[in-house]
């Protein structure tokens, strides 16, 4: 597949300024077929191997929803562990300097959750963590997931592993029925159809092959 640049997509100036500042000129693979569906908000089953750049695919596409003005979290990105959830957060903000003032947060186990209350009642407008910690917060009422457009389930192979399926389940009940809800996976194992059953409307699949 040829690669196109980005320039070939219906960006704002903006994004595509910011996206040529941080050296991003041309798609991966898994960008090329993904953000033009992401961009018609449709949901999406998207896999391909580890470090071929799945986060700005669905960060670009969640960015561009936001509202800025309003600072209650309208993007949800869960991940399987707290060092994922920090590099999909540290990828989100540089792909957000095309705007100003976006906060984005994570809200990760394994840290005090303190500090995290403080950061939720500051507003944000993403919200990037690990469904344990994410579950505790809305058991708590710190987090309130009634303005999410886009819910991302990232590396959802491994949350499945982990056996986050439950926790999953119950954060996805408190977000409207009408957003986005994007699947991204490094591998397609059975489960993955199950979960997307459970939590998609008509999703597209999209499978990146690994030529050795
Ligand atoms: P994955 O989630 O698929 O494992 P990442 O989203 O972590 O992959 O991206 C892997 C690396 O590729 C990161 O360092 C990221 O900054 C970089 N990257 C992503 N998209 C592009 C692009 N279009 N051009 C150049 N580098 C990119
Ligand atoms: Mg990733």
Do not use: W
């Not at 953000?35 to 391909?48: G, H, N, S, V, Y």
């Not at 990828?91 to 303190?114: D, H, M, P, W």
């Amino acid at each position: 597949m040829t690669s196109l640049p980005f320039t070939d997509l219906p960006l704002p100036q903006a994004m595509l300024d910011n996206l040529t500042a941080i050296g991003y000129q041309e798609m991966t693979p898994i960008q090329q077929q993904s953000l033009p569906l992401l961009l018609e908000k449709r949901d999406l089953i998207a896999q391909a191997k580890t470090g071929s750049g799945k986060t700005a695919a669905f960060g670009i596409g969640l960015l561009l929803k936001l509202d800025p003005t309003s600072f209650t979290p309208q993007a949800l990105v869960l991940c399987p562990t707290r060092e994922l959830a920090t590099q999909v957060a540290n990828e989100l903000r540089r792909l957000a300097r095309f705007q100003a003032n976006i906060k984005i947060i994570t809200l990760s186990g394994g840290v005090s959750i303190g500090p995290q209350i403080g950061s939720l009642e500051h507003g944000a407008h993403v919200v990037v963590g690990t469904p344990g910690r994410i579950r505790d917060h809305l058991n708590k009422g710190t987090l309130k997931l009634g303005r999410i457009k886009t819910l991302v389930l990232d590396e959802a192979d491994r949350m499945l592993d982990m056996g986050f399926r439950d926790e999953i389940k119950q954060i996805a009940k408190e977000t409207p029925p009408s957003r986005q809800t994007l699947l991204f996976s490094a591998t397609y194992p059975e489960g993955i159809q199950a979960l997307s059953a459970e939590f998609q409307r008509d999703p597209a699949t999209i499978t990146i092959e690994t030529r050795e």
